[in-house]
């Protein structure tokens, strides 16, 4: 398996408070990304890193931003979380853009 | 836009049977296209990566076919067994600058012993 933990794997938090969550990777790939999974929905691309420092957009970005100051972590920040925003969200590495992705376990997330 | 779809949502079969899953996406322009597993409450797991100029990939009992031109993937699994029930996905790759997967919905197996 590849190297990638998530943290925390779950979390409750209340409407209007900040939440981040942290993807961790021990493989060197130059790719991060973040996704969310909901039912009726499938997968969806948050945003992705193609390398420290560098960041763009998926298609649901809309609350969310990240920050990637080493090649092994990848943020995840909810500024001011929303009840749309309960969902499970998986973290994603790859060598370059166009190699497989390799999925971490995922953190199971609640806004009450 | 690319739009992935995977028919039927759900199966369930006996034990031994040999299977095929499906996957249609609508524009032809892909880079590659990629076929996961997720266990209840789990990640996803990589199975096979299949090239847009690659007309079949093997792993074990998986073989992944790919026809561009119909936009068609299949996921053939031999001999099934009830450790494979879970939800197959599968995603393909734009091909462009950007490199993003679109995902289908997924296809639920419940293999019976």
């Known amino acids: 398996d590849a190297g990638i933990t998530q943290s925390p794997r779950h979390k409750v938090t209340e409407t209007g408070t900040p939440v981040t969550l942290r993807c961790h990777q021990t493989?060197?790939?130059?790719?991060m990304y973040w996704y969310r999974q909901d039912p009726g929905h499938g997968l969806r691309l948050i945003h992705y890193?193609?390398?420290?420092?560098?960041?763009d957009k998926g298609e649901v970005s809309d609350g969310y931003s990240v920050s990637r100051s080493k090649t092994e972590d990848f943020l995840l920040t909810l500024e001011s979380a929303t009840s749309s925003q309960t969902s499970v969200y998986f973290c994603?590495?790859?060598?370059?853009?166009?190699?497989?992705?390799?999925f971490g376990p995922g953190t199971r997330l609640t806004v009450t | 836009k690319q739009e992935v779809t995977q028919i039927p949502a759900a199966l369930s079969v006996p034990e031994g049977e040999n299977l095929v899953l499906n996957c249609s996406f609508t524009?032809?322009?892909?880079?590659?296209l990629q076929w996961f597993r997720q266990d209840p409450g789990k990640g996803l797991t990589s199975l096979l990566l299949?090239?847009?100029?690659?007309r079949e990939q093997t792993s074990g009992r998986l073989n992944a076919s790919l026809d561009k031109s119909s936009g068609r993937s299949t996921l053939y699994i031999a001999a099934s067994q009830p450790g494979d029930s879970a939800t197959y996905l599968c995603?393909?790759?734009?091909?462009?600058?950007?490199?993003?997967?679109?995902f289908g919905s997924g296809t639920r197996l419940l293999v019976r012993p």
């Open positions: 994603a590495i790859s060598e370059s853009g166009a190699h497989e992705q390799y």
């Open positions: 493989e060197n790939h130059r790719y």
């Open positions: 890193s193609y390398g420290v420092k560098d960041t």
């Open positions: 524009d032809s322009a892909i880079y590659n």
């Open positions: 299949i090239q847009s100029s690659q």
């Open positions: 995603a393909v790759r734009r091909r462009d600058s950007s490199y993003k997967l679109i």
